[in-house]
């Protein structure tokens, strides 16, 4: 099992910037997929964005597409999500998760929520117009 906790959500105007952290402990860090998504009232959750452990291979949603950046620091056992020009769609509450179901820690082609064992609590980002 790994324990996961966001932090760094906040409230932003329309065109700012947030970076999310997300920091594990427990389980084998190297061997886990991480990734980022989202809940908006009324939606559906949604992948947001998930990197690799070994090959660091990153996918991202269409929608944040050239706007958010998946990281991590394997030295601090973390990883981030930054996030730029906001918009107000981008609200939601945003939750880091985890799995070790694949060799390498390497993440599945698409990113469903029910591929991923561990999850944090959520941090909360709201952008205003």
């Known amino acids: 099992q790994v324990q996961l906790a966001e932090s760094g959500g906040g409230s932003v105007q329309a065109g700012g910037s947030l970076r999310l952290s997300c920091t594990t402990s427990?389980?084998?860090?190297?061997?886990?997929?991480v990734g980022w998504f989202r809940q908006a009232p009324g939606k559906e959750r949604e992948g947001v964005a998930q990197?690799?452990?070994?090959?660091?291979?990153?996918d991202y949603a269409d929608s944040v597409k050239g706007r958010f950046a998946i990281s991590r620091d394997n030295a601090k056992n973390t990883v981030y999500l930054q996030m730029n020009t906001l918009k107000p769609e981008d609200t939601a509450i945003y939750y880091c998760?985890?799995?070790?179901?694949?060799?390498?820690?390497?993440?599945?082609?698409?990113?469903?929520?029910?591929?991923?064992?561990?999850w944090g609590q959520g941090t909360q980002v709201i952008v205003s117009s």
């Open positions: 427990g389980g084998t860090y190297s061997s886990n997929c």
């Open positions: 998760a985890a799995h070790e179901k694949l060799y390498g820690g390497a993440c599945f082609r698409a990113m469903y929520s029910t591929n991923f064992d561990d």
């Open positions: 990197i690799s452990a070994v090959s660091g291979l990153k």
